[in-house]
Every structure is written in structure tokens, then in C-alpha cells.
């Protein structure tokens, strides 16, 4: 029998963290979940919900049982519904809403901000109003340097993590000093964060990946296989990339954590809100049927639109994205979507194509289309 004995993980962040106020805005699965990240990683969190009887169920009986059944959240965990009350001393605020209520979250919680505190973004949305990433919203709300925002990433599905199963994330920001700070403030035994400065990257690692996971649902419900699958997750990481670096973001990012990571996880777990909405809808539930269903945010189908507006503007093709929302909108049946479509040419093109200009590749899709409607 061997001698050696099994390396047991330890954290000195507990110590590193030691004093260190949080709040968490946000009391959702994810929220939730995060806050307890922090705690375990030996900060001083409190957390934010909307509604006083889910507060009281945090502080009092330390459980989440609408989003986190089953699971017990760290004793030193508080939580509360004043504002004011969570973001007393915060020097960092973890914001865990959904996208489209973000903007009116900040404005609402900005008179009890420490003018020094730094704001990370755990959402993977972008504003349907604005097209802008949560960093941006976050930035144009309160008028605050980007040195000051930063956002959380990676294949990171919140029932999981709660169960402290081992995951990795990354912790962005302009500034590296900051993006270490926020990463050693989430560093659990459990949880391991990296860091980089790719802001744009690693948002929208979040944001793509989720459009991707709504195909892949969409063609699970259909009833295809595993080469269905891994063609549209192969060419949608394609995409996501070609997307990612017209808007400014470091390729290499979209091929970790906070892309390749984050799209294996949400194209493979049942766990998933945005792969469950697009299985119920490739089933043939309506977009109502399926939002009733499902009770949780599933960020994908708000982004489809405002990703494809800037997709057009910086003369980009999604034909993945683009199906998403023919299925979506009831131009497309559910069983038309797939890799077949996903080129527009006469003649066989190369597999990757990675940054070279396409000109007319829009319009032929456009046309491609018009062919193919349900
Ligand atoms: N659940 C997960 O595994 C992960 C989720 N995320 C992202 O985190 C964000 C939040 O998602 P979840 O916590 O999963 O969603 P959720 O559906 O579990 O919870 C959403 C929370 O937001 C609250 N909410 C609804 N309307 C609100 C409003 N007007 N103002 C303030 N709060 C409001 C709800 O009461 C609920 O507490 C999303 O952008 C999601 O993409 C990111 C990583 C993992
Ligand atoms: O972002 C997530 C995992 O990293 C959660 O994905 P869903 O929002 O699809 O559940």
C-alpha cells in the first residue's frame, strides 16, 4: 500500500479574505450560490434579495430552498433586503441579477455605493435596449472608471458549485491588481479563479455561449444526436470567437474557461436554463409555454436579438445565431436547424477562416435563407 498520503486543499485566502465586507446583489441560484463562494472563502458576505421572505430564509434557516433545494449555506452568511443595510462597507459588490433589470438594480443601490468599492458583474446578458455588455451598463449607470468593474466568468452552473464540486472561473478587469483582488476574494477550496484583463472576452464568453446552448437544446428536443451536437458546438465556438475579436476581445480567451469552459458546461448539463428553454422549444413548446416552464432566468433568448444587431453592424455572420432566431420567431421549424445551413457558399469553403474578411457572405446567407423557411 502506498505511503504517500492524499494532498489535502487548503486556502490561505481564508486569512487573505479575513475582514474583508461583501455584498452580493441577487438572491437567485446564482446569487446565492456565489455568496456562499465568498463565505467559504472567508469573507464577510452579505446578500441582497428583492423579496423579504427569501432574505429571512437565508439569514434565519441558512437555505435558499426555491433556488438551491437541499443545501445548507454557510452559518456566517447574511442576508437582508435593504439595500443600504447590504452594501454598508462592501468594498466589493457581486452583481447576480438578470441583465435586463441590472440597469434599474444600479440606479437603485447607487446612493449606498462606497464611492471606492469595485462593482463585478456575474451576469451573462447583454441589454436589450442598449446592446451593451454588463461591464458597459455598469459603467455608463454610475459614471465610474472601468478600473473599477470587473466580471466574473466561466463554466460555472450554480447547483454544481453549491455542492462544492471542484470549478474554475475567471476573474476579469482592466487593471490586473483589481482582477487579482476580486479573484482572491472568491477563491474557495473548492472554487480556483484565474485572472485576466480581457474584459470584453471573457463577458462575452458568457453571453455567446448561452445562444449556442439554446441551438443545442433546440436540436436535443428535436431528437438529433451527437454529431448534430458537436458540429453546431464546434462551429458556434467559431462564432463566438469571430464575434468576440470584431468587438475587441483576445482570441486565446474565447478558447478558455470563459469560452470553450463555459460552452462545454452549458451545452452538456441538463442543469442548464438556457439548453432546457431551447429543448422545450424544439419540442414545440411556444416561447411562452417554454418562459412559464421554466421559472428561472434563461438569459439566451433576450440576447439573440441585440448580439445579432451588432453582429450586422460589425459585418459579422452567426448562421448559428441567426437560425436561433428564425426557431425563435416561428420562421424556421425546430428539425431545420443544424450545420447544413451553417454555410452559405456554392463552393465548399474551409472549415476555419478565423479573421479574414467574407465579403457578400451576408447577403448569401440572408439568401440562403429565404430558401428555407418553415
Ligand atoms: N445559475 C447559474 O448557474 C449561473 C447564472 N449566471 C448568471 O447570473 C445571472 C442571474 O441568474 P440566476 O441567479 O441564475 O437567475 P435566477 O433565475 O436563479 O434568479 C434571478 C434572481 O433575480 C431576481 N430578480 C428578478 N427580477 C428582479 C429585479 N427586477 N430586481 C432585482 N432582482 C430581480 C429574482 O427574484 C431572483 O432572485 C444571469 O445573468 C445568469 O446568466 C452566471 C453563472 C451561473
Ligand atoms: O452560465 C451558466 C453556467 O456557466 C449557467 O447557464 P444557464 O444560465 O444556461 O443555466
Redesign the pocket.
Known amino acids: 500500500m502506498s505511503t504517500r498520503s492524499i494532498p489535502v486543499v487548503t486556502s490561505s485566502n481564508g486569512t487573505r479574505n479575513r475582514g474583508r465586507k461583501v455584498a452580493v446583489i ?6 446565492t450560490t456565489f455568496a456562499k463562494v465568498l463565505s467559504d472563502a472567508g469573507c464577510d458576505v452579505t446578500v441582497w ?3 423579504p421572505e ?1 432574505a429571512t430564509e437565508i439569514q434565519v434557516a441558512k437555505r435558499n430552498s426555491q ?1 438551491l433545494p437541499g443545501i445548507n449555506l454557510p452559518k456566517s452568511l447574511k442576508a437582508t433586503d435593504d439595500l443600504a443595510l447590504a452594501l454598508k462597507g462592501a468594498q466589493l459588490v457581486f452583481l ?4 435586463q ?1 441590472l440597469r ?2 444600479l440606479l437603485d443601490l447607487e446612493p449606498f455605493l462606497d464611492r471606492r468599492s469595485v462593482l463585478v458583474s ?4 447583454v441589454e436589450q435596449t442598449t446592446t451593451m455588455r454588463m461591464s458597459e451598463v455598469i459603467i455608463d449607470t454610475l459614471d465610474i472608471g472601468p478600473e473599477r468593474v470587473g466580471v466574473i466568468s466561466g463554466p ?3 447547483l454544481e458549485i453549491a455542492k462544492e464540486q471542484p470549478t474554475g472561473a475567471v476573474a476579469s478587469c482592466v487593471d490586473l491588481q483589481v482582477a487579482q483582488e476580486i479573484a482572491t476574494s472568491c477563491s474557495a477550496p473548492y472554487f480556483r479563479t484565474y485572472v485576466n484583463t480581457d474584459v470584453v472576452g471573457t463577458e462575452l464568453g ?1 453571453v455567446l455561449k448561452n445562444l449556442i446552448a439554446l441551438a443545442i437544446g433546440i436540436v436535443d428536443g428535436v431528437g438529433y444526436g451527437e454529431n448534430t451536437k458537436a458540429a453546431i458546438i464546434t462551429r458556434g465556438l467559431a462564432e463566438m470567437t469571430e464575434f468576440a475579436v470584431a468587438s475587441g476581445a483576445d482570441p486565446v480567451t474565447l478558447s478558455g474557461l470563459a469560452g470553450l469552459g463555459d460552452l462545454i458546461a452549458t451545452c452538456q448539463s441538463p442543469l442548464s436554463r438556457n439548453n432546457t428553454a431551447g429543448r422545450l422549444i424544439g419540442q414545440g413548446y411556444s416561447q411562452e409555454e417554454t418562459r412559464e416552464q421554466m421559472q ?2 434563461a ?1 439566451g433568448i433576450t440576447s439573440v436579438p441585440p448580439v445579432l444587431e451588432l453582429a450586422h453592424e460589425r459585418g459579422i455572420v452567426m448562421p448559428i445565431v441567426e437560425q436561433v432566431q428564425m426557431v425563435l420567431s416561428g420562421t424556421m421549424a425546430p428539425k431545420n436547424l443544424g450545420p447544413h445551413l451553417a454555410t452559405e457558399d456554392d463552393v465548399p469553403r474551409p472549415e476555419l477562416r478565423l479573421g479574414v474578411p467574407q465579403p457578400g457572405r451576408w447577403e448569401r446567407f440572408v439568401n440562403l435563407m429565404k430558401g428555407k423557411s418553415a
Open positions: 441577487g438572491s437567485g441560484s446564482w446569487g434579495a428583492r423579496r427569501v433556488y447576480a441579477v438578470p441583465s433589470t434599474q438594480n456575474l451576469v451573462k446578458g460555472n452552473i450554480a458568457g428561472q432566468t438569459e
